[in-house]
């Protein structure tokens, strides 16, 4: 009684590997699996994940003009700084000041070398350190932007593989016209075809 009991078992784990092995290789040959559509998703097109900043800040004092490089003191130096406070000067077209209540050129470029900005204190700064001169107004901003609470951080957190590089106001702002232009928005995520399918069974939300 005891002897067959064990032969039988013996014969059922045969069994039951012998299925768990064709379970197997059904699964390895896909047997059941219908035919998967895959959508082609596209590619993205770059300007939606560019790191580009929209500005490109000036890195010295120069200004060109009928297709010719001039440093501002070219000129500045024989024109005497005027305190008028205007917004538009017919010889820098480029520049419309639309700044608020900040409407006066000096409050940020240097009063007696135009090829200097200043800073908070009054004192010159160069134009590669421009955010110096917004701090005088936007002191809760700027220490926005030195954590990183405001703006953005270009490069690699892994040190080893590049250089982070913290990008300054003026690529975002224009400073005579700072608002930030509205932007295009991007195109909605293409989402998996079978999630696809789920959705287009969903009731229309009210
Ligand atoms: C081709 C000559 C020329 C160059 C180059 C030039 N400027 Fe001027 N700029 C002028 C003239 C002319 C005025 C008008 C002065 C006036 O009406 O009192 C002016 C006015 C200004 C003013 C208004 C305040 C003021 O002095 O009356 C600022 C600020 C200024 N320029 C900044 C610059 C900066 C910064 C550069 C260099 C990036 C530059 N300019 C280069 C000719 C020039
Ligand atoms: C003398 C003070 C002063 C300085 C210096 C100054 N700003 Fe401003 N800024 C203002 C005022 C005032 C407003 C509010 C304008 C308004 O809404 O009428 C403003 C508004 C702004 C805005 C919001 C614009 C909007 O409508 O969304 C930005 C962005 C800005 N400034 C950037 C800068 C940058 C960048 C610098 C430095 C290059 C700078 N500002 C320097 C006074 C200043
Ligand atoms: C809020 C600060 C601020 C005010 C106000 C301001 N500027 Fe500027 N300006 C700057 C900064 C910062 C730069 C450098 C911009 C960059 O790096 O792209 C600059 C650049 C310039 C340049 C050279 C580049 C260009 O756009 O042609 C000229 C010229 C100039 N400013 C003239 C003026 C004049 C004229 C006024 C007054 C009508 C004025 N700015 C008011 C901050 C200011
Ligand atoms: C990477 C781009 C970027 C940089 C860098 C950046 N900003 Fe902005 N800033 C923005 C955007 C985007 C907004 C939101 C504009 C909107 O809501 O219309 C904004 C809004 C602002 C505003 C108005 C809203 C507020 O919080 O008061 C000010 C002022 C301002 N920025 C100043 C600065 C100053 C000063 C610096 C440098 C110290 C700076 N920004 C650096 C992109 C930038």
Redesign the pocket.
């Known amino acids: 009684m005891k002897a067959t009991n064990q032969n039988e078992s013996k014969q059922y784990l045969w069994w039951i590997s012998f299925v768990f092995c064709l379970l197997a290789l059904s699964f390895f040959f896909d047997v059941w699996g219908g035919k998967r559509i895959v959508k082609n998703n596209g590619s993205v097109e770059k300007k939606y994940f560019s790191t580009e900043t929209v ?5 010295e ?4 003009k009928e297709g010719e490089w001039y440093r ?1 003191n070219d000129c500045h130096q024989s024109i005497a700084p005027s305190d008028v406070k ?4 017919s ?2 077209e ?4 639309e ?1 608020g209540v ?8 240097s009063r007696d070398n ?1 090829e200097f ?1 200043v800073d908070s204190h009054g004192d010159d700064i160069d ?2 350190r ?1 955010e110096l ?2 701090i005088k ?1 936007h002191g809760v901003v700027y220490n926005d932007w030195v954590s990183g609470a405001h703006g953005r951080i270009n490069g690699y957190w892994d040190k080893t593989k590049g250089a982070a590089e913290k990008v ?4 975002c702002h ?3 016209a ?1 608002q930030f232009k509205s932007m295009e928005p991007s195109p909605a995520p293409v989402i998996l075809n079978y999630l696809n399918s789920i959705v287009q069974k969903d009731e229309p939300h009210e």
């Open positions: 500005r490109t800040p000036l890195k004092p120069k200004l060109l501002c205007k917004s538009f000067f010889a820098h480029s520049v419309n000041l700044h900040n409407n006066h050129c000096l409050s940020c470029h135009r900005l134009f590669t421009s001169s917004c107004c300054t106001c003026v690529a224009d400073p005579h700072p």
